[in-house]
């Protein structure tokens, strides 16, 4: 739902032309029915009409949301659009996209009308902001495992924007790079990868690393995870200052590894049990205000080290969406297993109905699951497969509360 540098968006949009809105695709006709989709852009934050010509694009999914066409156009000077000769079709999923200040928003995502030859969709755009003062991390989750060549940390960032504007271009970072939000990382990190692995989105420089997605309003709106690699030694210590108000940081070690955490602030350990099996001793910090720094030692060797060493392919998560709704003292945490490269390609998992009342929270999270495997492989864009996330991870905290802690 954003673009900035997002390059195959931008790609897009250099092939959009200002010739009339038409039904030029590629999808065949059958027997289904063709209308008009047509609607308007407003200005949440104004609660207007966005006047002037914005580039719109209709996108056409099947229920797996496989693409299945796409047409291009522009909206009129009050604001209003139109794409005529649409072929409608009930098994067909229907949004509207356009790109307001560099950000790119969706309307809902709907099925194609059984009974109309019309269908009207509303974009909802945001006025942009600069301004950090809204933004907080709410959860912040560090998982340290012992391998052949150090510790490999993976850290889990759900982020929060509390305002009425998307952020963006809030930071400057390596050579006068515009960025979100700018994060910490231990100088001698080493093997730093990101997911989801957006194009050009995360910015790596000497000691952190910098988001370049706009960060749109709503709690939890974002999460995405880094993981890396650090030398290890007895006593070593992990150090990190907060670049805004965090809520909750939570430390997990496997529970058998023979090393412990230690750090003024830090609760007892806690054990906790995986649903793939794995044992854990949890640790949590309360909130971190912006600057202030939290440190951790690592007490004890380990008694056995993974063989593995970390690389891109061997990522153990993909994380920032698929809620387990796992409760831990309070404080909410979400992410998921990755399996093996085999498992993901035998994963076939049916798409529900966001509209049925007869979904379980576990077809939700099999739902995001879908979503980030079918992203990983290049089926879906990477703006579609965060509105799509967002809508379900926002589905199940109104539906499934108690799974939030």
């Known amino acids: 739902m954003k673009k900035y540098v997002l390059l195959p968006w931008l790609v897009l949009a250099l092939l959009w032309t200002a010739s009339p809105v038409s039904a030029q695709t590629d999808l065949p006709p059958g027997e289904a029915a063709e209308g008009v989709v047509f609607g308007k852009i407003i200005n949440q934050n104004m609660g207007d009409l966005v006047t002037g010509s914005l580039d719109v694009m209709l996108h056409i999914w099947d229920q797996q949301y496989s693409d299945l066409g796409m047409e291009h156009g522009k909206s009129a000077a009050d604001g209003t659009f139109k794409f005529s000769n649409v072929v409608f079709d009930p098994q067909r999923q229907y949004t509207v996209m356009t790109t307001f200040q560099n950000v790119t928003y969706f309307s809902d995502t709907v099925p194609g009308p059984a009974a109309s030859d019309e269908l009207e969709l509303t974009v909802p755009v945001i006025e942009t902001t600069g301004d950090l003062a809204a933004v907080q991390i709410d959860q912040l989750h560090l998982l340290f495992d012992f391998v052949e060549d150090g510790i490999e940390t993976t850290e889990i960032y759900v982020l929060s924007n509390l305002g009425e504007r998307t952020v963006k271009e809030a930071v400057t970072v390596g050579d006068g790079e515009p960025a979100t939000l700018s994060f910490p990382l231990p100088t001698d990190a080493d093997f730093i990868f990101f997911q989801p692995e957006g194009q050009d989105r995360f910015i790596k420089f000497s000691g952190g690393f910098a988001d370049t997605y706009p960060l749109l309003p ?19 210590t992990y150090t990190y200052t907060a670049p805004v108000n965090a809520q909750a940081i939570n430390f997990l070690l496997p529970a058998d590894s023979g090393v412990t955490l230690g750090g003024d602030g830090l609760s007892a350990p806690q054990p906790y049990a995986l649903q793939n099996g794995s044992s854990y001793q949890f640790y949590s910090y309360g909130s971190l205000s912006k600057g202030e720094t939290i440190k951790v030692s690592f007490k004890g060797r380990p008694k056995a080290l993974s063989s593995k060493t970390v690389n891109n392919s061997t990522l153990p998560l993909a994380v920032g969406g698929v809620i387990l709704g796992l409760t831990m003292a309070g404080v909410g945490f979400w992410w998921w297993r990755r399996p093996d490269e085999q498992e993901i390609t035998d994963i076939d998992i049916e798409t529900i109905d966001m509209c049925s009342e007869n979904y379980t929270f576990d077809d939700i999270v099999a739902e995001i699951v879908r979503l980030d495997e079918a992203y990983e492989r290049g089926m879906i864009e990477g703006e579609e497969h ?4 967002r809508e379900w991870l926002l589905e199940a905290k109104r539906n499934f509360p108690e799974k939030f802690g």
């Open 386 to 389: 965060r509105r799509q996330r």
């Open 218 to 236: 709503g709690e939890s709106s974002e999460q995405f995870s880094v993981q890396y690699l650090v030398p290890f030694s007895s006593g070593r």
